[in-house]
């Protein structure tokens, strides 16, 4: 800092040979007396000139690179991204943060230099002497301004000259946040509402596993590990719609690798979790989400959830999706080992999600509503095998459609199939009347001859998602 000179250029700093005073040569990785973190990739004009940055700082922070945004993005535990750096035209942005962090590890300073050039039509003489050279000096800046002549460019009488360099400083290794110093850092465990007294104020506790009672004698005054926390099904939903980070699975909910949480999601409006669970298995962020949706107890743990985690025997699930789905994956096993194919599809990956977000509707909403009875009209009417189920029928539909073809195959091999086609049909209608396009007289007309109306939505498909289920189990009986 005892002088504005650069000790790298924009093109320095790539592997090569340093020369010393005393003719002596060594190898450098960067070919100088510093590490740069950004570069600039140069090919002598055959190929367009590019920059990089540090590759140690890109593994440091494990940063993606997202090749349509061009920029380099850092993901959380919960699969939440952070633009760290992007490039636009020639400049790049690196958030300092994460600069200081690395800086903190690597016991270092970073050097920003700088240069600006400006031309003006103000005359030399009319600037007073000692406002014609300006320096600075400090513990981490150095610069020095000065004004000439503008013998290059006729159109300019007076070009100032602004050179100098800045130290960035790392944070305290304590404070980075980074491995292992991170552990420094106070979890923060949130309080749930566990009961209510009798004068109906809520009892609350810390989700925190060190401060909660077990069967091996911890914290015999405080409530147990196991306590169930109740919390509306709306909490799901954030889970639902980010299919691509998240997955809802019967008694589980899962991140990706990074974490997941054992739930009881067997019930219609409500979602149990034992206390010790939210803080052993959530990271902060997603336990400050859930503390939002607690409610007061509500009802008791599934049995699905009790024979499994307390007396850790097998059972079935009870969730009406949940059921669904483990008859639907059972019935096109069974169906395949049968035939020879399977009864329904592979969905494509594009449309992999429906299959996953199909669930008992969050709320009674008609967009919820709505997009279940598209999601159940994807599974189990656009992903019937219809190219097979027409391979292994001897007679043609009066009309065309995979249920019509599903119809005569059903009735070809003796197959139970009446209800379940009419369930099929009106799935169809509900979807093509109310979804698919604009409601109308149509749809009023069905929803009068389905009920629609004198009911809640929700309460409407669990009875719909019910009558599924018996007519797959009633398959896969036939085909046993």
Aim: one cysteine or more.
């Amino acid at each position: 800092m005892k002088n504005i000179d650069w000790e790298v250029g924009i093109t320095e700093g790539f592997p090569g040979c340093v020369k010393f005073g005393d003719g002596s040569i060594e190898y450098s990785r960067f070919g100088i007396h510093a590490e740069p973190l950004v570069f600039v990739r140069d090919y002598v004009g055959f190929r367009d000139s590019h920059t990089e940055i540090s590759e140690e700082f890109r593994f440091f922070h494990n940063l993606y690179y997202e090749r349509a945004r061009n920029e380099y993005l850092k993901f959380d535990v919960s699969g939440e991204e952070e633009t760290i750096i992007k490039f636009q035209d020639e400049a790049v942005f690196i958030r300092l943060k994460e600069i200081r962090q690395f800086l903190a590890l690597k016991e270092a300073h970073l050097a920003l230099f700088f240069e600006h050039v400006r031309y003006s039509d103000a005359n030399l003489s009319t600037i007073p002497e000692e406002e014609q050279r300006e320096s600075y000096s400090s513990e981490t800046t150095v610069y020095q301004c000065s004004l000439s002549r503008a013998l290059h460019h006729s159109e300019y009488d007076t070009v100032a000259y602004l050179r100098g360099k800045k130290m960035i400083s790392p944070y305290p290794k304590s404070k980075s946040g980074v491995w292992p110093y991170s552990e420094s850092i106070k979890e923060v465990y949130e309080k749930f509402q566990i009961g209510e007294t009798p004068d109906g104020e809520p009892i609350t506790f810390s989700c925190d596993p060190s401060k909660l009672a077990n069967s091996f004698g911890a914290n015999p005054n405080a409530p147990d590990y196991l306590t169930p926390v109740c919390f509306k099904r709306d909490v799901l939903q954030k889970y639902y719609g980010d299919s691509e980070r998240f997955s809802v699975e019967d008694s589980y909910l899962r991140c990706g690798v990074s974490w997941g949480l054992r739930i009881d999601n067997h019930h219609e409006k409500t979602v149990i979790v034992f206390l010790g669970d939210l803080g052993r298995d959530l990271p902060g962020q997603e336990r400050k989400y859930w503390k939002v949706f607690n409610i007061a107890p509500r009802g008791s743990l599934s049995t699905t959830k009790y024979m499994r985690d307390l007396l850790g025997l097998p059972f079935e699930p009870q969730g009406l999706d949940l059921k669904f789905k483990q008859k639907y994956q059972q019935l096109n096993k069974n169906w395949q080992d049968k035939h020879g194919w399977p009864l329904f599809r592979d969905l494509a990956f594009q449309d992999s999600h429906f299959f996953q977000n199909l669930r008992v509707p969050i709320n009674n909403s008609q967009s919820e509503f709505d997009f279940q009875i598209l999601t159940v009209a994807k599974v189990l009417i656009d992903a019937l095998n219809e190219k097979q189920i027409g391979k292994n029928i001897s007679s043609t539909p009066e009309k065309p459609g995979g249920i019509n073809k599903f119809e005569i195959l059903l009735k070809e091999k003796g197959y139970d199939y009446e209800e379940g086609i009419i369930l099929l049909r009106n799935i169809q209608e509900l979807r093509s009347s109310g979804v698919a396009h604009l409601k109308g007289s149509k749809y009023s007309k069905l929803a009068r001859r389905l009920d629609l109306y004198n009911q809640e939505l929700q309460r409407f498909f669990c009875d719909l998602l019910n009558q599924i289920i018996l007519f797959l189990n009633n398959l896969i009986t036939l085909i046993e």
